[in-house]
């Protein structure tokens, strides 16, 4: 998957100081997280990687889809901040990419005067190894 010049919608676990949650406000942001979750094969790979992290094949077969419809759906996701891409680190020196789910939920409002906002709740324990890719930026 190519970089692309865009950052990611919610701030990543290492870009923010505590764990409170995240309210996006920006239009675009709320639309992009909305569309993914909207998505039912999005949903299903956020299920699928709910537990454990996945690599896009194990992805691809869990959820039973195509490769390409896999790595679609899994750059949507990432684009939306939802997941992210670390690497799988093997003794036998064939590393792979795998994707773990960022977020613990979403919740949507409607404000008076505000419009729609999305809090975003990221999990517990996210970890930033030194062998892993950083977030992509869109």
């Known amino acids: 998957m190519s970089q692309s010049p865009m950052a990611s919608v919610i701030p990543q676990p290492q870009d923010r100081p505590s764990r409170e949650p995240t309210t996006l406000e920006d239009d675009s942001d709320v639309q992009r997280v909305l569309d993914a979750l909207n998505d ?19 992805i ?13 759906k899994i750059d949507v996701l990432e684009t939306a901040g939802l997941i992210s891409e670390k690497t799988r680190l ?38 930033r190894s030194p062998f892993q890719t950083p977030p992509r930026t869109r």
């Open 40 to 58: 039912s094969d999005c949903r299903a790979i956020l299920e699928a990687i709910d537990e454990e992290s996945l690599s896009a094949k194990e």
């Open 60 to 72: 691809s077969e869990r959820c039973e889809l195509p490769l390409s419809t896999s790595y679609r």
């Open 90 to 127: 093997s003794p036998s020196g064939n590393h792979a990419s795998e994707y773990e789910r960022l977020v613990e939920d979403v919740v949507m409002s409607v404000e008076d005067g505000d419009g729609l906002k999305l809090t975003v709740s990221l999990r517990d324990g996210q970890d």
